[in-house]
């Protein structure tokens, strides 16, 4: 069944009455595995049904993580965790092409999953030659 917009959240997010959800994602949720959690955990400000102990618990380590090398560990424990479990699926994803004038602007910023169109290039480009 199809839903309109407001359905749909009230749905997800207020009834959580659903067997499954077919919604979108973008590179960084996907990468970042602790706020793609939205999409899967059980737990406050978050929208799904999951309440797995143990993806409760990589998820709230996640969360308080006190450094980039824990919270890297905890990345890689919340996707091991997705690959097995698979509690969501990408259907589909789309190769994105950005063509950029490197010939007239120099400083593209390319950020991961975004490619060079993205708020730091906007602020760091400047015409060649200045």
Same mark, same amino acid.
């Given at each position: 069944?199809?839903?309109?917009?407001?359905?749909?959240?009230?749905?997800?997010?207020?009834?959580?009455?659903?067997?499954?959800?077919?919604?979108?994602?973008?590179?960084?949720?996907?990468?970042?595995?602790?706020?793609?959690?939205?999409?899967?955990?059980?737990?406050?400000?978050?929208?799904?049904? =999951?309440? %797995?102990?143990?993806?409760?618990?990589?998820?709230?380590?996640? &969360?308080? =993580?006190?450094?980039?090398?824990?919270?890297?560990?905890?990345?890689?424990? &919340?996707?091991?965790?997705?690959?097995?479990?698979?509690?969501?699926? %990408?259907?589909?994803?789309?190769? %994105? &092409?950005?063509?950029?004038?490197?010939?007239?602007?120099?400083?593209?910023?390319?950020?991961?999953?975004?490619?060079?169109?993205?708020?730091?290039?906007?602020?760091?480009?400047?015409?060649?030659?200045?």
């Amino acid at each position: 069944m199809s839903l309109g917009s407001d359905a749909f959240k009230k749905k997800l997010w207020t009834d959580r009455d659903y067997l499954m959800a077919i919604g979108y994602s973008t590179p960084y949720a996907n990468l970042a595995g602790d706020t793609a959690a939205e999409y899967y955990v059980d737990l406050p400000g978050l929208f799904s049904t =999951s309440t %797995a102990p143990n993806i409760l618990e990589i998820v709230n380590e996640a &969360i308080r =993580s006190r450094g980039m090398e824990e919270l890297s560990q905890n990345r890689r424990a &919340i996707q091991q965790y997705v690959a097995e479990e698979q509690p969501i699926i %990408a259907l589909i994803w789309g190769d %994105a &092409i950005y063509p950029v004038r490197t010939d007239r602007w120099e400083d593209w910023t390319p950020m991961y999953g975004y490619g060079p169109v993205n708020y730091w290039s906007w602020f760091s480009l400047k015409p060649v030659g200045e």
